[in-house]
């Protein structure tokens, strides 16, 4: 008899003390079996896993991605000439890297403004504001930590041990409108607006930069403004070559005149939020199995 049910695999990565538990899993594995799928949970790093064996795979949770990026990204290549794979390995490379927010900045998309600060370069960090420093490649503000500019001894020392580590730092003004307004992610699935979430800020002043962080305090459902999803849209409208995308999470935060800047567009692994947002795993599942027709 022919194979016609859907072939699947959700993506994600081997649990660990510094790895959350993707809490999406269990019912979006549920909803795609419940839909007639052969659905499975895979490891990226698993190297018993036969790709080919399945009609697509998504990248879920493979939230340790950003401190093995390079195997990863060698990974996203092999998986997806081996099978489909989504979001598409060329696009995992270019979202690995937050330097995209240069691209973006390019394009005329207002994101919010970053200096890239690699291991060799001069250092000179804000002299009169408040700042962030952080990783390229990161995860659940892994390496994150805000500065006063009295405290430029400490940010130094956080740059030696990331530039050790092989990140490259990015510097950021502090957007002190997150403390009023919070950071909203806006998810779209299938090309569609899926739903928005709304979280509190996670740095607080004087948490050290090696501290692990609440990634998602006071997360709330969000009904995000006409601004904000314009705002996100030009930043899927410009990401290079304007693939097509099965999901991808555009996070805003307010700038100094309160108008919505891209902190992160998440390409790659983004936390939907399931538990917060049930009603979307239906369509989640249903824009997954059309993706692996
Ligand atoms: N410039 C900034 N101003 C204010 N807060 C910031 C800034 N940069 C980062 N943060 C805070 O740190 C958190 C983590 O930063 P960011 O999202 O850039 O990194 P990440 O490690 O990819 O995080 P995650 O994977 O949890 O989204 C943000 O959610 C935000 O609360
Ligand atoms: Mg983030």
Known sequence: ????????????????????????????????????????????????????????????????????????????????????????????????????????????????????????????????????????????????????????????RQLARMHAEGFTAMVQPYAKGIDATGERALQFFGGRFLHASRKGAVLAPGTPYDERKVAHPRLEPWTPAPDELAVAERALAAVPGVPELLYARVDLVDDADGRPCVMELELIEPNLFLTLHPASVQTVAAAILMAAR
């Open 1 to 156: 008899m022919a194979h016609t049910a859907a072939r699947v695999a959700l993506v994600t990565c081997r649990p660990g003390p510094e790895i959350a538990v993707d809490r999406d899993l269990p019912s979006l594995l549920g909803e795609l079996r419940a839909a007639g799928a052969e659905a499975d949970v895979v490891h990226w790093d698993d190297a018993d896993a036969d790709w080919a064996a399945y009609d697509l795979a998504v990248i879920r949770s493979t939230w340790d991605y950003s401190w093995r990026a390079a195997e990863f990204t060698a990974w996203a290549e092999r998986c997806g000439t081996a099978t489909r794979l989504a979001n598409p390995a060329d696009v995992v490379r270019w979202n690995a890297d937050k330097r995209y927010l240069g691209d973006l900045a390019a394009s005329g998309v207002p994101v919010v403004p970053t200096r890239y600060i690699a291991s060799g370069d001069p250092v000179g960090l804000p002299r009169d504001h408040e700042y962030v420093v952080k990783p390229t490649s990161g995860a659940g503000a892994r390496f994150a930590a805000r500065y006063l500019p009295g405290e430029h001894a400490t940010a130094v």
